[in-house]
């Protein structure tokens, strides 16, 4: 049968060649071929993979070949101009994160319309507001919209240089969350600021880019009991104290060094939040607070039927 038999490169050639002359249908049927077969020798020398050696070529194949050359010119090109592209974006990221870690905040979408600002100088350079907007995922109206009213006095100004000043005094305080700056926030009172709840210090910690949000492990150190019996909650959120030792805060510290973690459990006094209690380990398990508490009763013996959060 037709359809089992091998063709050497010499018939290929000249079928194509005779499919040239008198069409594709007549030259099949006239070989004795099918025409699916023969239109796929014929597409092989269009693209190059047969060749029908010196003068075979035609005007058409001529042409074919042209235009295809084309399309390849014009896909470098597009090629070329989205390296170009890709380039840019890079080298403006890499400025935005230099910014951003100069400044100690991290990249929030306040942060981020001001570095634009920078960039476009208030707006004034409108050749790029565009592409910076799109790569630092800011909407064009949002950004305008900032200009306006970045100059207008923010009602919570004094709050977010207090919480700022509470991270600059210790290079471990910018691991502080939500929970832990409203306390500080309270401990301290800071003078001029009005302390709003806690969720509102979360949104202006989100704001200024100061927000922590620590990463789960899958294998944490500690596992919640659901079984355990629930504290309850004395405090109701007023660390405030008129006198010492009365309500006390506790907390828990991870130390890497290069040998190892160190695990720092301490007590808080809320009156002048003076540490009362302290110890150390290397894990955290339960013995470390009740270690803690152990510490705090002998060296402040008073300490008994006080609050301890």
Partial sequence: MAGNRQYDHEYKVQAVKLAKEIGQAKAAKELGVSRNTLYGWVHANRLGNLDLGAGSQTPQSAMTLNEEL?????????????????????DFLEEASAFFAASRLKSSKNERMKFIALKTKDGSSKGNITFFCRVL????????????????????????????????????NDTYGRTRMYQALTMKQPKNVDIPSERTVYRVMEEIGISHHPRRKPNGITKADREARKSEDLLKRDFHAEEPLTKCVTDMTEIKGCDGKLYVSAIFDCFDSSVIGLAMDTNMKASLCKDTLENAAKAYPSIRGAIIH
């Fill in 70 to 90: 084309l399309r390849l010119r014009q896909q470098v090109k597009e090629l070329e101009k989205e390296i170009r592209l890709l380039k840019k974006e890079n």
């Fill in 137 to 172: 995922h800011v909407s064009r109206q949002g950004y305008y919209q900032y200009l306006v009213m970045k100059d207008r006095p923010w009602k919570y100004q004094p709050l977010a240089d207090a919480m700022k000043d509470i991270l600059t005094e210790d290079i471990c």
